[in-house]
């Protein structure tokens, strides 16, 4: 291997949403998932509604919120000028 063009490949931890932990190893040591084998609908045979945390209403939170902001940042280059 050569010295210094590899990434640094260390113990790693995926966290899903369900509370399931999986350590592997990765250049990254955390990895978030919203769902994992042992959650996921195809595994457990069970049907659930994937959308607990109300994913779909945070990203329309933050929609009005990225809105406002573009609003705001219009606002003041129209007064620079
Ligand atoms: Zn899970």
Same mark, same amino acid.
Request: proline share 4%; glycine share 4%.
């Given at each position: 291997?050569?010295?210094?063009?590899?990434?640094? #490949?260390?113990?790693?931890?995926?966290?899903?949403?369900? *509370?399931?932990?999986? %350590?592997?190893?990765?250049?990254? &040591?955390?990895?978030?998932? *919203?769902?994992?084998?042992?959650?996921? &609908?195809? #595994?457990? *045979?069970? $049907?659930?509604?994937?959308?607990? /945390? *109300? =994913?779909?209403?945070?990203?329309? $939170?933050?929609?009005?919120?990225? $809105?406002?902001?573009?609003? /705001? $940042?219009? /606002?003041? %280059? @129209? @007064?620079? =000028?």
């Amino acid at each position: 291997m050569k010295a210094t063009i590899h990434p640094k #490949y260390v113990a790693a931890e995926i966290r899903c949403a369900c *509370g399931n932990v999986i %350590k592997t190893r990765s250049t990254k &040591p955390t990895i978030l998932v *919203g769902i994992c084998n042992v959650c996921h &609908p195809f #595994y457990t *045979g069970t $049907q659930k509604f994937v959308d607990t /945390a *109300g =994913r779909v209403d945070k990203f329309q $939170q933050r929609m009005v919120k990225t $809105q406002a902001a573009q609003a /705001a $940042q219009a /606002a003041s %280059k @129209k @007064k620079k =000028r």
